[in-house]
């Protein structure tokens, strides 16, 4: 029996939020190009980007702490913070877009209105408060930025997290009304539900192996996990955004590009509110300080979601540890990983990275009650009776060689080839919420000749693309009261059809 063969212009490897964030950019840019995707699961984003294994906060370092560390000089250090903000306007003008030109469906599936708050208690943690505060109200992304040491006005916004609290302990909040929660599960549904009207969506189909040919082209072996039926995919570029499976097929891939990384997996737990009661408490997404030595997603947060129009509230992450790279993976992930490219990258880690091999010991060692009162540090009245527990999604963090050692990152790194014929995402958060930056860096990468031609269209999805938005407060507002009427995320949002405004700057150097 003759071998199945399928060529295509693009192949696409997995189904997330990634992998449908770049095939609706091409299918934009390019829609004459054929694009075939390839899951190995029978649903699309069923690993990281399923809501209940992400935290959905739509980051935009409105309220996570890690972006905004104390530096060297005592200083509140905002650099990356206004980074991954510019970033997530990109995200949100492009789903707008998508909305106002049919490439999404309803907004409110996907992305709904949410206070974004940070949490701190004790003396120190109010101060350190209160200079975020003063170093980030001040600039255009960050306006409307309160802070609130108030006991009474504490109550009255966050009652769940109020009651039976002491309030000799001092407590502090930045608040930020205009928020989101975004369930990324639903939006790459919508998003493939696109870009499959003009191409071909295979769930099911696992890669197996892959290899370049002498025309610079690639050969993709793909299994049918039922059939067991074998197809030779021909691809004149390949994407892979598999999560954390993506390691082991750029490995396969032979690619110099990808020698020297490794992978480093965490798992994560979260409390699930079963009392509606309790849910109805609290509409928020209230992040705390991660504890000393604790990795950057480790940080703990009593996170409102909205997920298939009905409101949940989760508490967490509780770390794990399992040697598995993705939720669905097998205990021989980690070690398969291993290779002589970055085995020494891989063990110089353990005596760099001591405190947070602390922390996972530490946490793999608490009991039910130790979870119980780290949820109390947040609901003081909270009793196990009315949470679950539920394991979120692997995380699988990047180990990059520098030189014959190796550092652990906690973002995300495309890693692609020379020739631009393929690349691959490694990492975690922010992850999902920056999916369209990282995806138009995959393109003018891999696409360095066609790129500039692109620019047109690019800058009519996203108005502001080229641009920063912190240095510009006119073009901030103008975009962002589009972005606010098409997503339907404010109260007087009645025109889903509402077109991108035009935009009259200056061309600068993509940002």
């Known amino acids: ?49 399923d809501p209940w294994n992400n935290a959905g906060t739509g980051h935009s370092a409105l309220c996570e702490l890690n972006y905004t560390p104390v ?59 209160r200079k975020r505060h003063e170093a980030l109200s001040s600039n255009t992304l960050f306006e409307g930025m309160e802070y609130i040491t108030d006991d009474g ?26 928020g989101t929660d975004v369930d990324f599960g639903a939006l790459t549904q919508q998003l493939l539900n696109f870009v499959g009207r003009e191409s071909n969506l ?25 059939s067991r039926e074998i197809l030779r995919v021909e691809a004149k570029f390949v994407f892979i955004g598999a999560g954390g499976g993506a390691l082991h097929l750029l490995q396969k891939s032979g690619i110099p590009e990808a020698k020297g990384f490794g992978g480093f997996p965490v798992s994560g737990q ?21 504890a000393v030595g604790a990795p950057p997603m480790s940080v703990p947060h009593l996170d409102t979601r909205v997920i298939n129009h009905d409101k949940g509230l989760l508490f967490g992450p509780y770390a794990g540890w399992s040697p598995k790279f993705l939720k669905t993976g097998g205990v021989m992930d980690l ?8 085995l020494l990258p891989m063990m110089s880690i353990a005596p760099k990275e001591f405190g947070l091999l602390k922390y996972l010991i530490g946490e793999l060692a608490a009991t039910s009650n130790d979870r119980v009162k780290t949820l109390q540090e ?17 995380r699988v963090q990047v180990i990059r060689a520098t030189g014959n050692s190796g550092n652990l990152e906690f973002g995300t790194a495309v890693v692609a080839a020379g020739d631009g014929t ?39 999805m996203i108005p502001s693309y080229g641009q920063k938005l912190n240095d510009n407060p006119a073009l901030f507002r103008q975009q962002w009261d589009w972005t606010n009427r098409s997503l339907e995320l404010t109260a007087d949002a009645d025109r889903p059809d509402a077109a991108a405004p035009a935009v009259e700057a200056e061309a600068v150097e993509p940002a």
């Open 153 to 178: 006005v504490f109550a009255e916004r966050l009652p769940l997290m109020a009651a039976g609290r002491d309030y000799s302990d001092p407590v502090g909040l930045n608040w930020y009304t205009e």
């Open 422 to 460: 393929i690349a691959g995402l490694l990492g975690a958060s922010p992850g999902a919420s920056t999916a369209v930056p990282a995806m138009i860096n995959v393109l003018k990468e891999c696409f360095a000749d066609r790129f500039e031609g692109w620019t047109s269209k690019l800058t009519e």
């Open 335 to 342: 070690p398969k990983s291993v290779k002589p490219g970055n």
């Open 71 to 129: 530096g060297a000089d005592g200083e509140i250090d905002i650099t990356k913070a206004l980074g991954i903000n510019e970033q997530f306007q990109q995200s949100r003008q492009f789903w707008a877009y998508g909305v106002d030109n049919g490439l999404l469906g309803r907004p409110d599936e996907f992305i709904n209105p949410i206070p974004h708050v940070s949490f701190c208690h004790g003396a120190e943690g109010v101060e350190y408060l």
């Open 378 to 394: 947040f609901v003081p009245r909270a009793t196990g009776g009315d949470w679950e527990m539920i394991t979120a999604g692997q």
């Open 270 to 290: 979260f409390f699930r509110c079963t009392n509606p009661d309790l849910i109805e408490q609290h509409s928020a997404k209230v992040y705390g300080q991660a």
């Open 1 to 49: 029996m003759s071998q199945k063969v399928i060529k295509t212009d693009v192949a696409l490897v997995g189904a997330g939020i990634m992998s449908a964030t770049l095939g609706a950019l091409i299918r934009q840019l390019e829609p004459t190009w054929s694009i075939s995707l390839f899951e190995r699961l029978h649903a699309a984003a069923a690993e990281s980007s």
């Open 202 to 226: 295979y769930f099911g189909h696992e890669v197996r192996n892959l290899s370049q040919q002498s025309d610079g082209s690639w050969i993709l072996k793909i299994r049918n996990v039922n």
